[in-house]
């Protein structure tokens, strides 16, 4: 089995960005690919702000922070990737972009180079099919925020070798992460569990079962959650969870994964959460005071 030694990352967002500290912090040298100079700027001091935070907080030293700086190459050319060991990718949740990323990283890296996803819905099968080494190809999801959350579930599609999969595994576990294995199938483990609960929540409120910050208050109570389910959705992005659950909608055709009216609303009038400043909860007020949604 042949050790990974270099990591590619592509994209520089909240996942991506995430990812590529990681993995710097573990050791690897890592070079991070976005579209433009201006978001690889955003990505770069996001991880930056997130090693300060460490180190304000006592949990890092300025020399530990200063070398995962030092392992980390920012650029906006996919050909930069070419020598890395191991490519992720942590683009939009767009088939047809991520795909044609991964046409063009076929031609340009090793044999032995392997591709993982960080799909949160979309099936690795559907990405290894458009390339020449679906057995070279699995999926590696991460969670936000990456540096934090101890899980990746490594994801393992009909074709991939099991010496891929067992490469994957062991790098996930070098990350000091805490791998789970799971089959190809749309959500993986958590997202299939945990989008349903999700969109659950929506039509409770919908519904007039209950107030939002009820809501959340009784799962927070009543189940020992960190967090209610429509703060966590403002915090995942209600654009991002809409668009999870029309893929996951697609692949198993039932209710229980169809984006609520609701849901879509507030996406359209852009409420999709903290990352906008509004979604179930209105987050220009200290603290955030729910949103009137018209219910």
């Known amino acids: 089995m042949t050790d990974i030694t270099t990591v590619g990352v592509l994209g520089c967002g909240l996942m991506g960005s995430g990812i590529a500290q990681t993995a710097a912090a573990a050791g690897f040298p890592t070079v991070v690919r976005e579209v433009s100079d201006e978001l690889l700027a955003k990505g770069k001091g996001a991880i930056t702000g997130s090693l300060n935070r460490l180190v304000d907080k006592g949990k890092l030293d300025a020399a530990t922070r200063d070398a995962t700086l030092g392992r980390l190459r920012f650029t906006t050319k996919v050909a930069d990737l070419k020598d890395a060991d191991i490519v992720i990718e942590a683009v939009t949740e767009d088939l047809e972009t991520k795909n044609a990323l991964w046409k063009e990283l076929d031609r340009l890296c090793r044999p032995t180079t392997l591709f993982a996803s960080n799909t949160s819905s979309l099936t690795i099968a559907a990405m290894a099919a458009a390339t020449s080494r679906p057995d070279r190809f699995v999926g590696l999801h991460f969670f936000n925020p990456v540096p934090l959350m101890k899980l990746v579930e490594v994801v393992r599609t009909v074709t991939t070798s099991a010496e891929s999969f067992d490469r994957a595994y062991v790098f996930a576990g070098k990350l000091g992460k805490e791998p789970v294995a799971a089959k190809d199938t749309s959500g993986f483990v958590v997202n299939l569990l945990l989008v349903p609960y999700l969109l659950d929540a929506i039509r409770a409120l ?54 609520p009216p ?21 987050y220009g007020t200290t603290p955030p005071t729910p949103s009137n949604l018209g219910l």
């Open 262 to 282: 609701l849901l879509k609303r507030m996406v359209l009038a852009g409420y999709y959460g903290k990352k906008s400043g509004r979604g179930f909860y209105d």
């Open 206 to 259: 919908e519904h007039g079962v209950a107030t939002a910050p009820d809501i959340d208050k009784a799962m927070q109570l009543g189940c020992g959650y960190p967090m209610g389910p429509l703060v966590l959705l403002d915090f995942v992005g209600l654009d991002t969870t809409y668009k999870i659950a029309e893929i996951m909608f697609a692949e198993y055709r039932e209710a229980r994964y169809a984006p």
